[in-house]
């Protein structure tokens, strides 16, 4: 039986914090990859969208070239996780080229 600690000491768990217990879904390879997915993909993306949302403002002074450019840039790095099928996809991650 599984224990668990109340007031310090070491207790069973009931049969329904048990049963609960055992009913816990499992972490699976597909949560572990989203996990990762998350801790080194999509947060530093944000970052990089945040740094560049002042590229989308209509009085940023870019040229319409450079303004797409920019919005490009910033679809790629949304895309980004939908490019993950496994955990070698993060390693081999490459992001995509700031406009200058």
Do not use: C, H
Request: hydrophobic share 25%; net charge negative; charged share 35%.
């Amino acid at each position: 039986m599984t224990k668990k600690i109340v007031n310090g000491e070491l207790v069973d768990l009931t049969a329904e914090e048990q049963t609960e217990f055992d009913n816990q879904p499992v972490d699976t390879e597909e949560k572990q990859l989203q996990r990762k997915i998350n801790e080194q993909v999509r947060l530093p993306r944000e970052q990089l969208l945040k740094d560049s949302d002042w590229s989308q403002l209509s009085d940023n002074g870019l040229s319409s070239e450079k303004k797409t450019e920019w919005q490009t840039y910033r679809q790629e790095l949304r895309d980004l996780p939908s490019t993950i099928s496994s955990k070698e996809d993060i390693a081999d991650l490459a992001y995509p080229t700031k406009p200058e």
